[in-house]
């Protein structure tokens, strides 16, 4: 089951605190963006996304369950594999950090 773990309001996040996240699981993250209200069209991936939003937001949809998980800095998303989605960046653009978690 998809889960959104939210970050703590009141501390903003930085890089080193996500990628020290990261790493405190075993995981290498990658970095990427993507400008205002681009969307992605529904796909799957075949391993368990763990993405943290490091700036900016972004909505995933799970046409499945029909949940809509909403996504701001510093909040995690896990996507368990083979997870239907599709995501739409808010007006101001996104900056993740994404790793697979393969075991």
Same mark, same amino acid.
């Given at each position: 089951?998809?889960?959104?773990?939210? *970050?703590?309001?009141?501390?903003?996040? +930085? %890089?080193?605190?996500?990628?020290?996240?990261?790493?405190? %699981?075993?995981?290498?993250?990658?970095? *990427?963006?993507?400008?205002?209200?681009?969307?992605?069209?529904?796909?799957?991936?075949?391993?368990?996304?763990? @993405?943290? &939003? @490091?700036? /900016?937001?972004?909505?995933?949809?799970?046409?499945?369950?029909?949940? &809509?998980?909403? @996504? /701001?800095?510093?909040?995690?998303? +896990?996507?368990?594999?083979?997870? @239907?989605?599709?995501?739409? &960046?808010?007006?101001?653009? &996104?900056?993740?950090? %994404?790793?697979?978690?393969?075991?």
């Amino acid at each position: 089951m998809a889960r959104v773990t939210p *970050w703590p309001k009141d501390t903003p996040p +930085d %890089e080193a605190a996500l990628r020290a996240a990261f790493a405190a %699981e075993g995981l290498t993250p990658h970095a *990427w963006s993507n400008g205002p209200h681009y969307q992605y069209a529904p796909h799957t991936h075949p391993y368990h996304k763990v @993405l943290y &939003v @490091l700036r /900016g937001d972004i909505v995933f949809e799970l046409p499945a369950s029909g949940a &809509v998980l909403a @996504l /701001g800095p510093g909040d995690r998303l +896990d996507l368990p594999p083979g997870t @239907l989605h599709r995501a739409r &960046v808010g007006p101001a653009g &996104v900056t993740c950090l %994404e790793a697979a978690r393969t075991r």
